[in-house]
């Protein structure tokens, strides 16, 4: 029987991953280690899925069991295996635009990948977004929407965040079913990107980590 | 001699049929797919689109006169407001109703179907949907996730009389007051949608379609089991997912020969959603996703119909297994694809529309998207089999854009 949980996370295979998460929880095992483990494990999905070899089914169904993992690790942390982070994200769907299925991904894998993230959630005024940035001194803000009228709504976004001075000390990435390159000139955004790793990847140029 | 209304709707019925079956008509067709475009274009908001029927058929026939396209969607893709407000629709957020009255409508993702109700939507999915699904999605229909089932209604005649005493209820009252509300706003948008497309096929144009209907995989996982919730059906329960998706067939197939049959009209709309590329693996893809879709293909065909399958997002991974359609039977539209590459394995096969990208009808110029245009009636129009239009349904967009992809198109596309 397989003891290796960065395996059988990375291989989603959902009983396996929960049955030895579990035998470890119960052998006393550190559960800064296994937590450790099923990043790990997630950092090869993510890999997986930029190959091609996965994807967005697989990042959906990887963070469930990640989620029934850390529900059943939870009690057992205490405040001194909180993990550091490598630096703040806001993001958020547009004014207008009520879609989050891509951007709630983004989300998951800026977190998994050590990210401090704010997900100001959806149809988000611009006014909160520039109030989030203010508040929490956030270096990266990522911009999500799905439809045509998303794009407008980004640039206005983006504009304000100007109008207020703080341009130069954000970088910003948008992403969603619609956006091109074309709509990043147009918004005035710094990058866009395809899909979470993109988004990933991005942030980690932008605010270093490895 | 100028052409009667009459000659100019068989003249583009003819163009649009040979470039379908793969003739070579007398020049590419422009079938654009509007969806709010015309009311952003007539001056309307799209609630004013929603709500005041006069104004959303004022809006689509001032795009369609102004624009001639050679076929059209029509009002009727604006959706009713009023039925929607009669039944307190959940799975939509609308102008007016959740969105801004400038802005369309969206989808609220849900789970409206639980993993654990396969089996009665299998056995059963009249009754499911009555009892379980409708109360879900209509707040004023919640009531009816009260009723028994029709058979355990059912009384004869030595039997107690009391068993529809739970319709008797006030609340299922209430419900049901609200279905026969809603059911008269439908009639009344039917008989203005039908009105709309008498009055512009006495000036030369009629629709495309009249009827559309769901990939078998789409219609389980947009209505039922949301994102989510059917992808991890695939992991979780591949066999039950697979047998409701049988299910699911007939239903879907039945959705599209009825309608059609009735309006007279051969086409039928098929939107492809969660099979695109990075929605699911090819492997997924020709497990759990093209199967049933290709028997709902044939389906359609069967039944002398012709399927437009409208396919959203990537596709190029998918061209080969899609080929495997009767030649000249089927309309394939394409977003993002490799568009030489869909000539090249679809050419012999299947009639192709598409694919101009819609960030270049809202930010581009009229001579950007004409060049694209040309490169799409080069690459794609040769030979015949190609229908001009936008890679995803039109919302936001700049006039002059669209004109010029309609001008070019009638100009440049021309078969010598």
């Given at each position: 029987?397989?003891?290796d ?21 119960d ?78 991904i ?22 909160k ?57 147009y ?24 | ?55 959303a058929?004022m ?5 369609i ?20 407000d ?24 849900g ?5 654990e ?26 009531p ?10 059912f ?8 068993k ?11 419900a ?45 996982g ?7 919730g059917?992808?991890?059906d ?15 067939t ?17 086409v ?21 996703y ?13 039944a ?12 190029t991974?998918?061209l ?11 309309l ?30 809202c ?5 950007e ?48």
């Amino acid at each position: 029987m397989a003891h290796d949980l960065v395996k059988a996370l990375a291989d989603l295979e959902e009983e396996a991953a929960l049955r030895i998460a579990k035998e470890k929880i119960d052998g006393g095992e550190d559960p800064r280690r296994i937590l450790e483990d099923a990043r790990h494990a997630l950092e090869i999905v993510g890999k997986r899925f930029e190959s091609a070899e996965y994807f967005i089914p697989d990042l959906i169904f990887s963070a469930e069991i990640l989620k029934a993992i850390t529900e059943m690790v939870k009690p057992k942390l205490t405040k001194a295996t909180e993990v550091k982070r490598i630096g703040k994200v806001v993001i958020g769907t547009v004014a207008g635009d009520i879609h989050d299925i891509g951007k709630n991904i983004v989300t998951f894998m800026l977190d998994v990948n050590g990210f401090d993230v704010y997900d100001l959630g959806i149809d988000v005024p611009v006014q909160k977004v520039v109030e989030k940035i203010k508040e929490t001194e956030a270096r990266v803000l990522g911009l999500s929407g799905f439809l045509t009228l998303a794009f407008d709504s980004m640039k206005e976004t983006i504009e304000a965040i100007k109008a207020v001075g703080l341009r130069d000390k954000v970088k910003i990435m948008i992403g969603g079913g619609q956006i091109d390159e074309e709509i990043r000139k147009y918004t005035g955004a710094d990058a866009y990107g395809q899909d979470a790793m993109a988004a990933v990847s991005l942030a980690k140029e932008w605010l270093g980590g490895k | 001699m100028e052409k009667t209304p009459e000659e100019l709707c068989k003249e583009r019925e003819q163009r649009v049929r040979d470039a379908i079956q793969l003739k070579v008509p007398d020049r590419v067709p422009f079938i654009p797919m509007f969806e709010f475009f015309p009311a952003y274009y007539a001056g309307i908001t799209p609630e004013e689109a929603m709500y005041d029927y006069d104004k959303a058929c004022m809006a689509w026939k001032k795009t369609i006169l102004d624009l001639e396209p050679d076929m059209y969607i029509g009002p009727a893709i604006f959706r009713s407001g009023p039925v929607y407000d009669a039944l307190d629709l959940k799975q939509l957020k609308w102008p007016g109703h959740g969105v801004n009255p400038n802005l369309i409508y969206q989808f609220v993702e849900g789970e409206y179907m639980k993993a654990e109700e396969y089996d009665e939507f299998i056995e059963n999915p009249s009754d499911w949907m009555l009892r379980r699904y409708m109360p879900r999605i209509f707040g004023a229909l919640e009531p009816f996730s009260r009723l028994p089932s029709i058979p355990e209604q059912f009384f004869y005649y030595g039997a107690p009389s009391a068993k529809l005493a739970t319709m008797g209820t006030p609340e299922v009252q209430e419900a049901f007051q609200a279905l026969l509300k809603a059911a008269r706003e439908s009639l009344r948008w039917a008989t203005v949608l039908m009105s709309f497309v008498k009055e512009m096929r006495d000036l030369g144009f009629m629709p495309i379609f009249y009827v559309a209907t769901y990939a078998p995989y789409d219609f389980i996982g947009d209505n039922f089991r949301g994102t989510h919730g059917i992808m991890l059906d695939m992991y979780r329960r591949p066999d039950k997912l697979l047998e409701a998706l049988e299910r699911a067939t007939q239903l879907v197939i039945r959705m599209a020969t009825s309608g059609a049959a009735a309006a007279g009209i051969p086409v039928v709309f098929i939107p492809l959603h969660k099979g695109a590329e990075g929605l699911m693996s090819l492997e997924q893809f020709k497990t759990f996703y093209w199967p049933t879709l290709r028997k709902l293909i044939m389906g359609i065909i069967d039944a002398g119909l012709i399927p437009y399958v409208y396919t959203e997002g990537g596709y190029t991974s998918r061209l080969e297994v899609i080929s495997d359609v009767p030649k000249g039977k089927v309309l394939y539209h394409f977003e993002r694809v490799d568009m030489a590459k869909a000539k090249e394995i679809l050419g012999n096969v299947a009639c192709i529309s598409g694919n101009v990208p819609n960030t270049l009808l809202c930010t581009g110029t009229p001579q950007e998207v004409r060049d694209y245009c040309k490169r799409l009636i080069d690459v794609v129009g040769e030979g015949g089999g190609f229908i001009m239009d936008a890679s995803a349904t039109i919302d936001e967009a700049k006039f002059e854009n669209v004109k010029a992809m309609a001008d070019f198109t009638k100009e440049y596309g021309v078969y010598k």
